[in-house]
Every structure is written in structure tokens, then in C-alpha cells.
């Protein structure tokens, strides 16, 4: 039988042969095309023709060489290519412009100071490690977490290129730490803090009462709710259709994101009270701008000219008011922790909370088997039943 093939990657066994000016070490290696090729290197000794023959395998250049990159390549240059395989699956629609924002920021402020200038088979499980625990320390154990998945990104691109064996970053421990305590509010908080917001004249002026109560009855992420514009609500059958996720991506401005999953696009049944104060709130607008109130259009909260209302302004506008009325730990995030809790104490099921919240994980089967569009109203009586708001 004929011997088997080389696998790819691979050498045979090493021969030497004396010269007149000292040794040469030769082998077959069989290269990433598939071709056996031989490879040899010379020294004054043998062991010195041996070790150069061995660097030469082991830094051999591979199908990376077409990108660019070789073990020899520095990481940024993979970091480059890796960022552009991003921004070019932002463009296709499979990831988030926001995301690619904080991956841009986060390598350009941790990840290339640190590793930038070493070649890819100088970066060790020690040197990643180092770095995700110098950022852990410094700034926070999430955004470590970031910072290793930035590194695997790029390490696994160097791996599928050839210029790295493996990704180094399989081999790291956890990132241990305690992140950030967050909590729910209280009914008698809530109270307290709805009726602050109803007696404050700056609160008023920037339309922050009627916005946090819709994100005391939705449950939605903050450009969630910015997003919604009156088309979407059906205010006799008491829902809103997801309308996306309103965020601001550098170099496009403020946009339209239509969410990382299939879960995202939900429909979700509103609280009783909710629904009576959308009412309330159309019959002042149509009130205000001569209309009837059928005729109302646009974004549900708008800003002054009538447009999308901008997320960093409304979140600095409420940064004042909180610290104000005396809850400086309150986010918009609070309010969806709130809703989480309520209807957790309602009894309803993980899946039911999880689609009222636009949660993908809670599992695989019921992922795949039920259907986005309003399938209960547990959710819309619970947060009706809860002492929020009086009569």
C-alpha cells in the first residue's frame, strides 16, 4: 500500500547532512494547498540547522498570506481586517451599527495599546489575560468581558487565516467579578416618584411623566419606546407593535434598528391605565394642533420640531430630574427591572415575562414554536392590578 499522505500543516521526519561549511537540516512539509514541498535550512551545527529548520516550519506562512497576515503579522493588522469583516456584516444587517461602535471603542482604547504591536505568535493566554484583568480592575468586569470577546474576534480570524494554530483565548479562566447591584422599584417608590414628576415644571416642560409611565407599562428599552410612532398602537384592542429600536450610529446619526433577533419584533398588550392615559395624551395633542385625534401621526414622544426625540438628550434630562427628586440610583432600565417584577410576582411564567421584555433566551423549543404576536393578556392585567397610579 502506498504510505499515507502528510497531513496538511504537517512535516516528516528530519535528515541531516553534512556540509562543507557546517550542516543542513531537510524535511517534507506539506503546505495549506496541499502540496508536499521540501524545506530545508543550514548551520554551523547540527542542532543550529535543526532549530532553524524548525522556526521556518513553525512560522511557515499559510492561506493568511493572501489577507495579508502571517505569525509574523502584528495584531493590529488582524484587528483591521477584523473590523472591517464587522462593519461589512453591519452593512449586510446582521449586526448593530451600536455594536460596532462600542467594539471600535473599546479596541482602540484597551485592546491595541496593549497587544497592538506584538506579532500574532507572540500573543499568549498570559498577555490576553493580563490585559482583560488590568481592564477589569480599572473599569469593570463587563467591559473586560467585551475586551475578551474584541480578542477572540480577532485571534479567530488569525486562526481561520492560518497565522495562528489556535485562539489562545479558549484557554483563559473566568472573568470573576461582582458586577453592578440593580434593583426594582417599590410600589410606594414608584407612587412617590410618578407624583414628583407630575408636580415638577421641568419635568413637564422636557414630557418626562407620560414617558416614564409608558415605560412603566411596556417594559421597553429605552430606544424601544422612542421609537414608536401612533401607527403602531391599536388603543381599542389595547397593544403597540414593536416598532425597533431607535439609536444613534457614528456616522449615520439617529436611526431605526430593527433588533439582533426574531423575539424582538413582539407585540405587546398595555395596561389598562396605560391605554387611558395614550388616550388622554392624543386628545390633548389633537386639542393643541386643531386636528381630530384619529389624525395624530408621528413619533409617540417627539422632540420639538415634531422628530425622533433624541436617546442622549432624554436620558440627560432625566439625570437632572432624578437627582432632584431624590433617586439618583433610577434609570430607564429601573422601570423594565419593575415591570420584570411585577409580573414575575404575578406568577406569570419565564417565557411570558421574557416576551413581554423582548428576551430571546429562555429556551430553544419555545423560541423556535411560539409565534412573536400578542398571545396573552397576563401581562396587561398584571401591571394593571399593581398600585402605581390611583383612580
Known amino acids: 500500500m502506498p504510505r499515507p499522505p502528510l497531513d496538511v500543516g504537517t512535516y516528516g521526519k528530519i535528515r541531516f547532512y553534512e556540509t562543507a561549511t557546517g550542516w543542513r537540516a531537510m524535511t517534507k512539509y506539506r503546505d495549506y494547498d496541499g502540496v508536499t514541498r521540501p524545506v530545508e535550512r543550514s548551520g554551523r551545527t547540527q542542532s543550529l540547522a535543526e532549530k532553524k529548520l524548525k522556526k521556518e516550519l513553525r512560522d511557515r506562512l499559510t492561506p493568511a498570506q493572501h489577507a495579508g497576515l502571517s505569525p509574523d503579522s502584528k495584531f493590529r493588522e488582524a484587528a483591521e481586517l477584523w473590523i472591517k469583516e464587522f462593519e461589512e456584516a453591519v452593512e449586510e444587517g446582521v449586526r448593530s451599527p451600536t455594536s460596532l461602535d462600542t467594539y471600535r471603542g473599546r479596541l482602540n482604547t484597551y485592546v491595541l495599546p496593549a497587544l497592538g504591536e506584538l506579532r500574532l505568535r507572540e500573543i499568549t493566554v498570559f498577555r490576553i489575560d493580563q490585559t482583560c484583568q488590568s481592564v477589569r480592575k480599572n473599569k469593570s468586569v463587563d467591559s473586560a468581558r467585551t475586551v475578551r470577546n474584541i480578542i477572540s474576534g480577532i485571534c479567530g480570524l488569525a486562526v481561520r487565516y492560518k497565522a495562528m494554530q489556535r485562539n489562545p483565548v479558549r484557554d483563559m479562566g473566568q472573568l470573576e467579578g461582582r458586577r453592578k447591584a440593580s434593583r426594582a422599584l417599590e410600589s410606594d417608590e414608584m407612587r412617590d416618584l410618578l407624583t414628583k414628576l407630575d408636580e415638577s415644571e421641568s419635568a413637564i416642560k422636557y414630557d418626562l411623566p407620560d414617558l416614564v409611565r409608558w415605560y412603566a407599562g411596556t417594559g421597553f428599552r429605552t430606544g424601544e419606546a422612542l421609537a414608536v410612532h401612533w401607527h403602531h398602537l391599536d388603543l381599542e384592542a389595547g397593544t403597540v407593535d414593536w416598532a425597533g429600536n431607535l439609536i444613534r450610529a457614528t456616522g449615520r446619526g439617529q436611526m431605526i434598528n430593527d433588533g439582533k433577533t426574531e423575539v424582538s419584533g413582539r407585540a405587546v398588550a398595555l395596561p389598562t391605565w396605560l391605554v387611558a392615559m395614550l388616550r388622554e395624551r392624543r386628545a390633548r395633542l389633537a386639542e393643541r394642533f386643531g386636528i381630530?385625534?384619529?389624525?395624530?401621526?408621528?413619533?409617540?414622544?417627539?422632540?420639538?420640531?415634531?422628530?425622533?426625540?433624541?436617546?442622549?438628550?432624554?436620558?440627560?434630562?432625566?439625570?437632572?430630574?432624578?437627582?432632584?427628586?431624590?433617586?439618583?440610583?433610577?434609570t430607564f432600565r429601573t422601570f423594565r427591572r419593575s415591570v420584570a417584577t411585577v409580573l414575575d410576582e404575578a406568577g406569570l411564567t419565564a417565557r411570558e415575562v421574557a416576551d413581554q421584555l423582548g428576551h430571546s433566551k429562555v429556551s430553544t423549543t419555545q423560541d423556535v414554536y411560539m409565534g412573536r404576536r400578542v398571545k396573552s393578556r397576563k401581562a396587561a392585567d398584571a401591571l394593571s392590578r399593581v398600585e402605581w397610579f390611583g383612580e
Request: net charge neutral; glycine share 10%; aromatic share 12%.
Open 292 to 330: 381630530e385625534p384619529d389624525e395624530i401621526s408621528g413619533p409617540l414622544f417627539p422632540n420639538s420640531k415634531g422628530g425622533h426625540r433624541d436617546k442622549h438628550n432624554t436620558l440627560a434630562r432625566w439625570r437632572d430630574f432624578r437627582s432632584d427628586a431624590g433617586y439618583p440610583w433610577v
